[in-house]
């Protein structure tokens, strides 16, 4: 079972920062015919109960938004 949510993020980086963690992820993108950058992403509901894994969300999406504070 699948879900969205909202990650505050470009969730195209999102998912490439949990892929160099081993996490594969569908950012928005994926799912609209024009492609510009969002923050929906689509996960699934069962493989996201770790703890571990928003532990990590959290951390990439962190720092993600450091880096676009200091743009």
């Known amino acids: 079972m699948s879900g969205w949510i909202d990650a505050g993020v470009d969730s195209d980086r999102l998912v490439q920062g949990m892929l160099e963690h081993e996490v594969l992820l569908a950012p928005g993108l994926l799912f609209r015919a024009q492609r510009p ?4 992403m689509r996960i699934n509901q069962v ?3 770790d703890v571990a894994f928003w ?3 959290n951390r990439c999406r962190c720092a993600l938004q450091e880096g676009s504070d200091r743009d």
């Open 37 to 40: 950058p969002i923050s929906l």
């Open 47 to 49: 493989g996201t109960q």
């Open 55 to 57: 532990t990590l969300f």
